[in-house]
């Protein structure tokens, strides 16, 4: 028994020397934890703010990132993944983290400019080469041997963006709610794969040549362009209205104050909001809040009429409730009973 | 699950059967082309993917993408979670093979259930696990969080669902061999005035040692390949927590799919040379059974069913 | 071979260390899971478990992983049988490669499964033109599986088969019965435990796989989403009761899985 005494006591020690902290070289470290289309842009703000931050103060600062799908990372922050900030891709997501935990108070979202949200984007349309399926708008979507490709909006922020961008034309459209939901049991009748994320999804779609249209951000669609253009032959498509999407950013009080980097993480918020972080948004194709970067990368993104969540579900809370949640209108699409309604 | 031992060296034996049972030559070939269009069709068609996908570009994109540093920091952290996972189940694995090939005692086969449990508890479910015990919200929560110790979403956790998921296989290994083995020559050392270290020391390990390196290597490449179980502990800190099977999902959806298909086949490499590894001890066991007296020789190596 | 308790030293200490380790790295664990499940009330668990999503996400996997086992059970007797009995270049080769899905991690399987089978793959494409889908249906899943299955039942039926005794076909073909007879008759009783034990090895394995099956599946509810990958979108919900739910009555199969070898290995080892 002494042996086995000694043995767990090792075990716990090696637990206990591995889970210490190592900061390495930089005086200060911050955790940023965020989704997955923003690895590109935060790779470079963060090297900006390094740079900006020691030369203003004189201390070094490293920031750490973690990317995932936008559920799986508010999860991971609420079961004690300890971001000194977040940046998700919906408020929903940084709300679950003041009502389950606590982390940062109710009021979050009025700390920052524009809602906390230092840079917008929409959804917009993907298609082959040509557009051999002539698809112009979101109608086209639910037309017969359509096949298009968004993720699963029960785990993806950007997907919840495409359904409720989708439900926003349907209801402009039609006017009514019966209607508007028919609408999106036919377009989810041609989705033929649901990845848990926005990367996930665009993969399939540009990478595995599955489907015909890919419902994305415009910034991961332009990316994409970029990336893959001339190897996956995309043309982009912009529908007549879409979403404004406004990814979100907050610090997260209880860690920022547990590890006193309040100070530093702040000044990160904040510098996402200067010209210097606005442009390098732009550069990575998310719409800059800012006027100069605004006018500067104008041309980079087409005209289209944005509404908010607010005016189609109200706040994200009820369009969780409503679409999302286990027996929502999302849900009720996908039931045995709805097959008829996508079958037509 | 008891374990099925094979004696290695039943392949001589064959050698000289007479014809009266065998099968006509046609049939034969057509069996054996059948047996080799299965294996084919699924085994080699992944290995040639990862390793022509990983070359597409050329050596020098394939060079480029092993040298990032996030590919060298999980790679660092893959070794230092086997490095630790696979002791941990040596020693567990040595002494619950004794015990279960040693003595007999009430509710014995209940204990090997409950050993063999980890094997068939899906990965997502051993992370699961640990996130209820050491989550924020968890059992343990408050209180780490009090002591400012991490497990989840830090290597401890990685490392805890490592040992988790690879528990029972050195154990499986080592207790087929023992059993397979007898304790005569071990009863003989007791009488003649031995201590149970020396027994140990002296009498049993080298007895079992090639099921013990045989353990040892198939415990390693899972605990090297474990993807869904470390995915929910890992908290996905770039440099950090990934490990490479979590990096090459990283690439992936990066579009850096020659990344992606470089690392994995890093990971391919490491199956293959577990392979190879396994094949020579077998080979070494079955070259001392040889060399001892012929036929009277015990097994050595227990070829058994890896575990998953 | 089993001694009596009390020959040799350490009982104690290895049983003290033995239920220990496992208690701390196992028992415990599973027993937070428990407790978790437990404190959700008794309508609320099967509310959870037995939703129409979690029911149709059963039926798949462990349909799929049924099926995955059976082929296996077949092909994995073939394979055994030829690798054993005949001698042909490359089979000590593939007698090596046969453990390659085993030491070969799970995600690298499921990119290279879904890059061959997508439907520009090099193997999809030809499928595709035959009006075969692999990818994202669930016959994508049922191939992860069995390459998963692959090693058990080779792995349980070869010794099996090396320790048959030679004679007693050569006494069944002396005494007039057809080569296919006596494979029925001699030879398969005697494979049928090992077979049997790696078909159930096979099985438990496919139904917690996650890794090489997340990439190919196509992940859409009721159709290809397997248990393990809704337990994951459960969490990411923060839907911990659900997901403590689903994994309940996954462990629950599986301990019954492991059990049912358990007992099948204790009746042959009765027979022996």
């Known amino acids: ?344 | 699950m008891s374990h099925s031992v094979s004696r290695l060296g039943g392949h001589g034996r064959r050698a000289g059967r007479q014809d009266t049972a065998e099968e006509a030559p046609l049939i034969r070939w057509l069996l054996i082309g059948v047996a080799l269009l299965f294996v084919c069709a699924f085994l080699l068609v992944p290995l040639v993917i990862v390793f022509s996908s990983a070359f597409a570009d050329g050596l020098d994109a394939y060079l480029d993408a092993l040298a990032d540093d996030e590919t060298l920091s999980a790679v660092r952290l893959t070794l230092l979670a086997a490095g630790i996972a696979v002791p941990l189940n040596l020693v567990f694995g040595v002494t619950s093979a004794w015990l279960l090939s040693k003595y007999e005692f009430p509710g014995k086969s209940a204990l090997v259930t409950l050993i063999d449990l980890p094997f068939s508890v899906s990965p997502v479910i051993a992370g699961l696990i640990f996130v209820l015990l050491f989550g924020a919200q968890g059992w343990f929560g408050s209180l780490l969080s009090a002591w400012d110790v991490r497990i989840i979403f830090a290597v401890p956790g990685i490392v805890l669902a490592t040992t988790f998921i690879t528990f029972p296989l050195v154990t499986r290994e080592v207790l087929a061999v023992m059993q397979a083995q007898g304790s005569d020559e071990e009863e003989a050392a007791l009488t003649l005035g031995a201590t149970g270290w020396q027994i140990l020391w002296r009498v049993t390990l080298p007895k079992v040692k090639w099921g013990v390196i045989y353990g040892v290597i198939l415990c390693n490449a899972r605990a090297m390949g474990e993807f869904g179980a470390v995915s929910v502990v890992s908290g996905h800190i770039r440099g950090e927590t990934n490990t490479l099977p979590l990096h090459v999902e990283v690439l992936y959806g990066e579009y850096a799919f020659v990344g992606a298909f470089a690392v994995s086949s890093l990971l391919a490499l490491l199956a293959i040379v577990t392979l190879v590894l396994k094949q020579w001890v077998e080979w070494r066991a079955e070259r001392r059974t040889a060399d001892l007296a012929t036929g009277a020789a015990p097994p050595t190596v227990a070829r058994t069913v890896p575990a998953g | 071979m089993l001694r009596r308790r009390g020959v040799l030293p350490g009982f104690g200490l290895s049983l003290g260390y033995t239920v220990f380790y496992l208690g701390l790295l196992v028992l415990l664990p599973l027993s937070a899971l428990a407790v978790k499940a437990g404190g959700l009330g008794f309508t609320e668990f099967w509310r959870s478990a037995l939703d129409e999503r979690a029911v149709a996400s059963y039926r798949l996997t462990f349909g799929l992983a049924l099926l995955a086992a059976a082929v296996n059970a077949v092909f994995g007797v073939l394979v055994a049988w030829v690798l054993v009995r005949y001698r042909f270049p490359g089979r000590k080769l593939v007698d090596a490669f046969v453990d390659l899905p085993f030491a070969l991690p799970t995600a690298v399987a499921g990119i290279a499964l879904t890059a061959a089978y997508a439907p520009n793959g090099p193997l999809g494409e030809p499928l595709g033109r035959l009006g075969v889908r692999v990818a994202f249906t669930p016959l994508g899943i049922f191939i992860a599986l069995t390459f998963i299955g692959i090693p058990f039942v080779i792995r349980t039926v070869q010794p099996v088969l090396e320790e048959l005794d030679p004679s007693l076909e050569e006494a069944a073909a002396i005494l007039g019965a057809t080569r296919w007879q006596t494979f029925r008759r001699v030879l398969l009783p005697g494979l049928y435990p090992a077979a049997l034990t790696g078909f159930a090895l096979a099985f438990a394995r496919g139904v917690g796989e996650y890794g090489s099956v997340v990439f190919i599946s196509g992940n859409m509810p009721m159709k290809t989403e397997i248990a393990p990958l809704l337990i994951v979108t459960k969490l990411e919900q923060y839907d911990y009761a659900g997901a403590t739910a689903i994994a309940c009555v996954m462990l629950g199969v599986s301990f019954l899985a492991l059990l049912a070898i358990n007992l099948l290995q204790r009746r042959v080892r009765g027979a022996s």
Not at chain 1, 49 to 71: C, D, L, Y
Not at chain 1, 78 to 99: N, P, R, S, Y
Not at chain 1, 115 to 133: E, H, Q
Not at chain 1, 304 to 321: D, K, L, P, Q
């Open chain 1, 1 to 344: 028994m002494r042996i086995a005494a000694a043995l767990s006591t090792l075990l716990v020690l090696c637990l206990g020397v591995l889970s210490c902290r190592k900061d390495g070289a930089a005086d200060v470290t911050l955790l940023n934890v965020s989704y997955d289309p923003t690895r590109e842009l935060y790779g470079e703000i963060n090297a900006e703010f390094s740079a900006h931050w020691e030369k203003t103060t004189g201390q070094s600062v490293r920031i750490r990132q973690s990317h995932g799908g936008a559920g799986k990372q508010a999860r991971a922050v609420i079961d004690g993944l300890e971001a000194d900030v977040v940046t998700l891709a919906i408020a929903f997501d940084i709300d679950a983290m003041h009502e389950r935990a606590g982390l940062l108070p109710k009021d979050w979202q009025t700390r920052l400019p524009h809602d906390s949200a230092p840079y917008t984007s929409t959804i917009v349309f993907l298609v082959r080469k040509g557009n051999p399926k002539g698809i112009r708008d979101w109608k086209d979507l639910v037309r017969e041997g359509v096949s298009v490709i968004t993720p699963n909006p029960k785990t993806s922020g950007g997907a919840r963006y495409n359904y409720l961008a989708a439900w926003g034309y349907a209801l402009r459209e039609f006017g009514e709610e019966g209607a508007a939901q028919n609408f999106l049991a036919r377009l989810y009748g041609n989705v033929p794969v649901l990845d848990s994320g926005a990367r996930g999804a665009t993969t399939t779609f540009a990478e595995r040549g599955i489907g015909d249209v890919l419902l994305t951000w415009e910034n991961e669609a332009l990316l994409s362009l970029k990336e893959l253009g001339d190897k996956a032959d995309l043309e982009l498509v912009v529908p007549s209205v879409s979403i404004l999407a406004e990814p979100p950013v907050a610090l997260v009080d209880t860690y920022a104050d547990k590890h006193g980097t309040r100070k530093v993480a702040q000044a990160y918020l904040e510098f996402l909001y200067t010209p210097q972080a606005q442009r390098i948004a732009g550069k990575h194709f998310y719409r800059p809040s800012g006027a100069s970067a605004a006018a500067e990368f104008a041309d980079q993104f087409a005209e289209v009429t944005r509404f908010t969540v607010r005016e189609i579900a109200g706040s994200w809370r009820e369009a969780h409730e409503k679409h999302f949640a286990d027996g929502g209108v999302f849900d009720r699409i996908y039931q045995p009973g709805a097959k008829a309604a996508r079958a037509r």
